[in-house]
Structures are given as structure tokens and as C-alpha cells.
């Protein structure tokens, strides 16, 4: 079984993906930046979550898939006004509509395997700083 980190080449995805290959889970490391996520050393798939064939490719690359932990994100900053409309529909795409449709997709193709929802928790980027705490003490054994 597979655990997948998007988000993984930097930041907060980049400390789970290493603590949890330290701790021997088989880990796919996803990433829009081939480049670091090359320097990690993991098994890895550079992937634009935005993209229309994203959850496939990801589904075929990872399968089966026991964890996903959606680390990938992009935020503004500065007066709502000041930031572009594009930069906020990327922002809306990449944080909420991506894994969405990644976890839905994932749901759809996994019957009867270890993937399922509601054995986690829901949780929003204002939410990020909580989470990794509840996951560094009850998951991964780390300090974040």
C-alpha cells in the first residue's frame, strides 16, 4: 500500500513525505517540480494536480493507495483586491478543486481497498498548522 504526498518537493509535504520514509512507508512523492522532487530520493511523479488527466495518472502511478495527504497549495497575500483574479481561481483549483476531484476519482477506483473516507479528517489550509501538529503526535512520530 502506497502513501501519497502532494506537495512533496517543499515545506510541510516535503517534512512528511522523508519522516514517513524513515519510518519505511512506501511513499509517492508528487510534485509539480521534478527537479526537487528528484533531490528526495523517493519514488516520485512530477504531476500538475490542475490538470484535466490528474487523478488517472495518478490512481495508475500509486496504486494501491493506503494514504493521501494533500500538501500542494498556494496562497495570496496583500488586500484582496491587490491580488488577480487568475492568481485566485488558481488558488481555488489547486487548494479545494484538485483534491477533490483527486479523492473522489481515488474513491471511485478503489473499491474494497484500504483507501476510504471518513477514516481521516477534513481539514482547510487556516487549519494547517493544527493538523501537522495532530499528525506529527499521532501519526508519523516527528517533530514538524
Known amino acids: 500500500m502506497t502513501t501519497v504526498i502532494t506537495g512533496a518537493a517543499n515545506g510541510l509535504g516535503r517534512a512528511l513525505a522523508l519522516a514517513a520514509a524513515i519510518r519505511g512507508d512506501d511513499i509517492l512523492a508528487v510534485d509539480h517540480d521534478e527537479a526537487a522532487l528528484g533531490e528526495l530520493g523517493l519514488p516520485s511523479l512530477a504531476l500538475d494536480l490542475t490538470a484535466q488527466d490528474a487523478a488517472e495518472r495518478l490512481a495508475d502511478a500509486a ?9 500542494a497549495g498556494i496562497s495570496g497575500t496583500g488586500p ?13 483549483k489547486l487548494n479545494f478543486e484538485a483534491p477533490v476531484a483527486i479523492t473522489c476519482h481515488l474513491l471511485a477506483v478503489s473499491p474494497g481497498n ?3 473516507s471518513g477514516q481521516g479528517r477534513q481539514y ?3 487549519l494547517a498548522p493544527c493538523w501537522a501538529h495532530g499528525v506529527e503526535e499521532r501519526s508519523l512520530g516527528i517533530d514538524v
Open 114 to 116: 484500504a483507501f476510504r
Open 124 to 126: 482547510y489550509p487556516s
Open 80 to 92: 484582496f483586491e491587490a491580488i488577480p483574479a487568475a492568481h485566485h481561481a488558481r488558488i481555488l
Open 63 to 71: 496504486a494501491p493507495i493506503s494514504l493521501i495527504i494533500h500538501s
